[in-house]
């Protein structure tokens, strides 16, 4: 099974797999630059080149990078609909180089305007940029809890936007507290059941390809995004064994994006509180301290080196 977790870049690209092997995970998110900014992801080449043999060689495995928080392809503004839609196409760039699989992306809100034409913007914007990216990482739509007027909150409006856009690389991500807060009850196994059956009736199974396990501090339909750490809120271990076991969702890079039992992020309590739900054993680290920087520099000069 693949289950991970987003982790840092600081200090360089290609530390996030040591990070990564530090907390036990075998998949990876990552932010291809600030994510409360609109500035671009600077990454060295020798940096990247490291980033991939690592990923290579320690199976972390796949990678997405998530797009920043200001994105909003719904907005009525256009120059802020164009600034989206750029950074969106720099992270789907960075994506190729990169090796990763796709660019998770929330799609923004319509704020006090027709949801209708919101859709519209968001279809006219997502299919300029998937008519510019590469043709290799996919763009996944990520459910949201619904907060305002927020795209993306039920699956059969996603559904909509990936017919409209009609292109292969469209998929989805699901994130367990988002569709708790809006509204789906997960908790039970017929609610868990009826979830999964309105999904791929709408959007599709085959679309569904991450998810983003966190539990929820938000009680259900709230449409209030605040997650949790694995058990601690309203889901529940329960509700986990069901989703990490259930055979149209175990074959899934499930990603943790939680608080942290320290409040530094995604850590190995949450990756073999997972694995345990999973009937995995616990995760065994590369190192106390996983991939350290020299190693990830040394192994970038190896790749970019004659006898390579």
């Known amino acids: 099974m693949r289950i991970g977790a987003h982790v840092s870049t600081s200090g360089g690209v290609q530390n996030a797999i040591g990070r990564a092997l530090d907390i036990g995970a075998n998949c990876i998110q990552i932010f291809a630059g600030a994510p409360q900014r609109w500035a671009e992801a ?3 080449e020798e940096d990247v080149a490291a980033f991939r043999v690592l990923a290579l060689e320690k199976d972390v495995h796949p990678v997405y990078i998530h797009s920043a928080y200001l994105l909003n392809f719904a907005s009525q503004d256009p120059e802020l609909r ?6 969106l196409l720099s992270s789907l760039r960075w994506a190729e ?3 990763a699989a796709g660019v998770i992306t929330h ?8 949801v209708e034409d919101a859709e519209g913007r968001v279809v006219e914007t997502l299919a300029q940029v998937l008519k510019e990216s590469p043709l290799t990482p996919h763009l996944l739509l990520e459910t949201c809890a619904g907060q305002g007027n927020t795209i993306g909150r039920r699956f059969d409006q996603l559904a909509r936007l990936a ?3 009609a292109d292969s690389r469209v998929r989805v991500c699901l994130d367990t507290a988002h569709v708790f807060a ?10 868990l059941d009826a979830t999964i059956g309105e999904f791929d009736g709408t959007v599709g199974l085959p679309r569904l390809e991450a998810i983003h396990i966190n539990d929820s501090k938000s009680p259900l339909a709230s449409n209030v995004d605040r997650h949790e750490n694995i058990g601690r809120g309203l889901l529940g271990e329960d509700t986990f064994s069901r989703i990490l076991n259930n055979p149209a969702l175990r074959p899934l890079p499930f990603l943790l994006e939680v608080p942290g039992h320290e ?4 850590d190995r309590e949450n990756v073999d509180a997972l694995r345990r739900l999973a009937g995995l054993p616990a995760s065994v680290g590369d190192s106390p301290r996983g991939v350290r920087e020299p190693e990830a520099k040394a192994v970038g000069l190896r790749r970019r080196s004659p006898a390579g």
Not at 82 to 87: A, F, I, L, M, T
Not at 182 to 191: L, N, R, W
Request: aromatic fraction near 6%; charged fraction near 30%.
């Open 163 to 165: 017919e409209r856009l």
């Open 107 to 114: 799609l923004g809100s319509s704020r006090e305007g027709d």
């Open 82 to 87: 164009s600034k989206s839609g750029n950074s």
């Open 97 to 99: 180089r990169l090796g």
């Open 182 to 191: 809006a509204g789906y009850d997960i908790t039970t196994p017929e609610g």
């Open 263 to 266: 409040k530094t992020g995604p």
């Open 42 to 44: 600077r990454f060295p």
